[in-house]
């Protein structure tokens, strides 16, 4: 099965700076998107990553605050920008598409748990 | 959008029995309800889904079943084993239409030995 990856896997950030994550994968896949899961609640959709377009934002998150790129088919980065506390967070990638899947298959990267001071 | 209800949030099982999770969406255009288990400080794992042409589906001590008219969704869990213990998330998407999940807000389950 495909590798999922993510960089870093945990930080701790004064507020006020940015953070950048990595999510590689080892095989092509169909889409990526990024998800914050807050401690102890559920997964929340921040966007669609598009490969070599503007992301797709959810209700709530927006470019200027949560800056997506995914320059191919195998690697997108979500940054955190300008942090406060209220950002302390787990922020997953996720990918559909994998070789060998039913294509609606949603596999999720390990996480990065980021603490903002 | 889509809203994703699940219940219960709690979960404590003596080892052996059964458990069951429920769960309810909104939107009648979803098509496929994927669960997941999530053990502390894990990623959340897909463990069995289903597409809204199949009414259950099996998976050794797994099972989904999914009422369309009802637009509700439940988990089925078997002979339940320590290793059951973990936060379960059902979730539902349009599929191939638009594959965003959302989630429901996650059942703590505890097997008790």
């Known amino acids: 099965s495909a590798v999922i990856s993510q960089k870093p896997s945990r930080d701790i950030c004064q507020r006020g700076t940015s953070l950048t994550i990595q999510c590689q994968v080892d095989?092509?896949?169909?889409?990526m998107f990024w998800y914050r899961q807050q401690p102890g609640q559920s997964l929340t959709l921040i966007a669609t990553?598009?490969?070599?377009?503007?992301?797709?934002?959810e209700s709530g998150f927006v470019i200027d605050k949560f800056p997506i790129s995914r320059p191919n088919l195998t690697f997108s980065t979500l940054t955190v920008s300008n942090m406060s506390p209220e950002d302390s967070s787990i922020y997953l990638c996720?990918?559909?598409?994998?070789?060998?899947?039913?294509?609606?298959?949603?596999?999720f990267g390990p996480g990065t748990r980021l603490t903002v001071l | 959008g889509e809203n994703v209800e699940q219940h219960p949030s709690t979960l404590s099982v003596q080892e052996g029995d059964s458990a069951v999770i429920k769960c309810t969406y909104s939107d009648s255009a979803s098509n496929y309800f994927p669960w997941y288990k999530q053990e502390l400080g894990k990623r959340p794992q897909l463990i069995i889904d289903i597409r809204s042409n199949v009414g259950e589906k099996k998976d050794q001590r797994i099972a989904v079943t999914l009422n369309k008219t009802a637009k509700h969704f439940s988990l089925h869990i078997t002979e339940t084993q320590p290793e059951d213990s973990a936060v379960y998330f059902c979730?539902?998407?349009?599929?191939?239409?638009?594959?965003?999940?959302?989630f429901g807000a996650g059942t703590t389950v505890t097997v008790r030995a």
């Open positions: 979730a539902a998407s349009k599929g191939s239409t638009n594959y965003k999940l959302s």
């Open positions: 095989s092509q896949v169909t889409m």
């Open positions: 996720s990918v559909t598409g994998l070789a060998g899947g039913n294509g609606l298959e949603q596999f």
């Open positions: 990553a598009n490969q070599g377009s503007e992301a797709t934002y």
